[in-house]
């Protein structure tokens, strides 16, 4: 009840005994959890337990809260002192219950020294064994949480705990399927841009086999991606030209490229995090997602910068996972069927998102 109520008398008198039998119930088990983290300082503000109307709308740092920085700090030091995920999200879908959890670290701490990186290593394989034991089927590394160099896309939890009986998902067979069909039909050629990842090789990889040349504007990235042995003599080249208005981009790409880019060039994102926007000329789609079914219940949040409703692709991946009840992991090197995965998505009621022209 809010505070008012109880100040001028007007309390409902049931108010205590509900939140006292509520305490007793039995907490609910979760079929499918999305582990993600905070991003910057103040998105704690954003999550559906912060302010219900921020939550509603796509993750944008706001003016106004730069005169709650003190407060913002005091949570900095609470996330810090706090050493457990919490939940910030409970959804159903058909016969699904799913939980979002969040590691209580931010982005910039990802970054850091190896002191770092293992002490939210640590808390990933924490919520890795709560989710198993609370009997989830499937888990869903979100975000930073699936870093190559944190945890080798998830393998390292398998390798750890080999008793696991929950299935580890990074999403990257559905990631990549996003990112192919955001791509106009009659393109012929696309310039790549970004760290060469698990992602980027299954993207190029399907590419060249649907006879799409990819243009590499690093020779490091070239070097890498020439790595993939399904990859032909021509289907990946190296070259100076900017000329091509599609671009498949992920972490690494500057300003300066950007700006180098011709009038009207649409900017597809590989990588989970978006590029900053730097041209006004330019179309930016968003970082792979799909649009969610109506049927998906108390999605009543935006997840990070996206709309409403729509969710992450590597969200969309764990709860496909389990809905087809696959008894496999995706993590490590390995990738699941981009066609299976995109077409059981599809069957599910997800949809894929309009690519901005």
């Known amino acids: 009840m809010p505070l008012y109520d109880y100040v001028y008398g007007t309390m409902d008198k049931s108010t205590d005994v509900v939140y006292q039998t509520s305490l007793k119930r039995q ?22 337990l912060g302010f219900a109307s921020m939550a509603s709308k796509p993750y944008v740092s706001r003016w106004y809260l730069m005169v709650m920085w003190p407060v913002t700090f005091w949570s900095v030091i609470m996330t810090w002192v706090y050493g457990h995920a ?13 939980q979002s959890w969040v590691i209580p670290r931010y982005k910039i701490e990802f970054l850091l020294t190896y002191f770092g990186r293992n002490d939210i290593s640590e808390l990933i394989e924490e919520a890795v064994l709560e989710a198993d034991k609370k009997g989830a089927k499937v888990l869903s590394l979100g975000l930073l949480n699936q870093k190559e160099e944190l945890n080798m896309n998830g393998e390292l939890y398998i390798q750890w705990i080999p008793q696991l009986r929950i299935k580890i998902v990074d999403g990257s067979s559905l990631v990549a399927a996003a990112v192919i069909h955001s791509i106009p039909k009659e393109t012929a050629r696309v310039i790549f841009r970004g760290k060469v990842s698990k992602v980027a090789h299954a993207v190029v ?17 070239y070097m890498k991606l020439k790595q993939n042995e399904k990859l032909l003599g021509t289907d990946v080249v190296l070259s100076e030209s900017y000329s091509q208005k599609i671009w498949l981009v992920g972490d690494g790409l500057t300003e300066r490229e950007q700006l180098q880019a011709s009038k009207g060039t649409i900017f597809i994102p590989f990588s989970l995090y978006p590029p900053r926007k730097v041209r006004q000329d330019c179309y930016y789609h968003t970082t792979p997602a799909m649009m969610v079914p109506k049927s998906l219940e108390n999605l009543n949040s935006c997840e990070n910068w996206l709309e409403r409703r729509v969710m992450s ?44 022209t």
């Open 313 to 356: 692709a590597v969200r969309v991946a764990g709860i496909v996972h389990a809905l087809e009840g696959w008894d496999v992991h995706e993590c490590g090197n390995s990738v699941f069927n981009i066609d299976k995965v995109w077409e059981a998505a599809l069957h599910h009621g997800f949809r894929p998102l309009a690519v901005p």
């Open 205 to 221: 990889s399907a590419l060249c086999q649907k006879g799409i040349q990819v243009i590499t504007l690093h020779e490091d990235e």
């Open 27 to 48: 907490e609910e088990s979760p079929d499918v959890v999305h582990l993600t983290h905070l991003t910057t300082a103040d998105s704690i503000y954003h999550l559906q």
């Open 86 to 98: 919490f939940v910030s999200e409970r959804n159903t879908f058909k016969k699904l219950k799913l």
